[in-house]
């Protein structure tokens, strides 16, 4: 099995696993929310934002709208990569689509983060939506893993002009020599029967 054949066979994986990962991305967040209180992991939180009464369906469907703003940058980015994938499948490595994938994929990466700070304080308030004056809470969060994003966003981006120079370099050498003109041609072919002539001539005096 060649290289290439390798390549497309894991990228045909890879696209396979991010699709589902698409399509699974609303219902996990529609899930969380609607069996947030038997999460324990989040059930201290609950107890130090929510009112007494727990969550109303109102609050859950309202938190799910605001939680899909990162849920949609993140369909965004699988999405971009399914294309590239696909591409990847196809045989297709240095194309313009595929330089093109790379800054999409590059600013999804960005995106992440101003998402994340948006999603983190409306979430605190409508938690505390139902909580009598003075109980309502605005929480901003700035994690490593955001960070992590626009670091690995910015080099994605400066890799995707540096493959679109790339690119527009090789399309100039290969219009910088073009091909022969069928004067030209006609030429050399002349040339080559004149020298195949002379070469069977034979030589004064050879008998």
């Given at each position: 099995?060649?290289?290439?054949?390798?390549?497309?066979?894991?990228?045909?994986?890879?696209?396979?696993?991010?699709?589902?990962?698409?399509?699974?991305?609303?219902?996990l967040h529609?899930?969380?929310?609607?069996?947030?209180?038997?999460?324990?992991?989040?059930?201290?939180?609950?107890?130090?934002?929510?009112?007494?009464?727990?969550?109303?369906?109102?609050?859950?469907?309202?938190?799910?709208?605001?939680?899909m703003i990162?849920?949609?940058?993140?369909?965004?980015?699988?999405?971009?990569?399914?294309?590239?994938?696909?591409?990847?499948?196809?045989?297709?490595?240095?194309?313009?689509?595929?330089?093109?994938?790379?800054?999409?994929?590059?600013?999804?990466?960005?995106?992440?983060?101003?998402?994340?700070?948006?999603?983190?304080?409306?979430?605190?308030?409508?938690?505390?939506?139902?909580?009598?004056?003075?109980?309502?809470?605005?929480?901003?969060?700035?994690?490593?893993?955001?960070?992590?994003?626009?670091?690995?966003?910015?080099?994605?981006?400066?890799?995707?002009?540096?493959m679109e120079?790339?690119?527009?370099?090789?399309?100039?050498?290969?219009?910088?020599?073009?091909?022969?003109?069928?004067?030209?041609?006609?030429?050399?072919?002349?040339?080559?029967?004149?020298?195949?002539?002379?070469?069977?001539?034979?030589?004064?005096?050879?008998?």
């Amino acid at each position: 099995m060649g290289n290439r054949q390798r390549i497309s066979r894991a990228s045909h994986r890879y696209r396979l696993v991010l699709t589902v990962m698409f399509w699974s991305t609303p219902a996990l967040h529609a899930a969380v929310w609607c069996f947030y209180d038997q999460l324990p992991q989040t059930s201290e939180f609950l107890q130090s934002l929510a009112s007494e009464g727990g969550l109303t369906p109102v609050m859950r469907a309202l938190a799910f709208v605001v939680s899909m703003i990162n849920g949609g940058v993140m369909m965004y980015g699988m999405w971009i990569l399914i294309r590239l994938f696909r591409l990847y499948e196809a045989g297709i490595f240095f194309a313009a689509e595929n330089v093109l994938c790379c800054k999409q994929l590059s600013n999804a990466l960005l995106w992440w983060v101003p998402a994340g700070i948006i999603v983190t304080p409306l979430t605190s308030l409508i938690l505390t939506m139902n909580n009598p004056p003075g109980g309502h809470a605005l929480q901003l969060s700035l994690q490593s893993a955001d960070i992590t994003a626009l670091v690995v966003g910015g080099i994605l981006r400066v890799v995707a002009g540096v493959m679109e120079d790339g690119r527009r370099l090789s399309g100039r050498s290969r219009t910088a020599l073009p091909e022969p003109t069928q004067v030209q041609r006609a030429r050399v072919d002349d040339e080559v029967i004149e020298a195949a002539a002379h070469e069977r001539r034979p030589e004064p005096g050879v008998v």
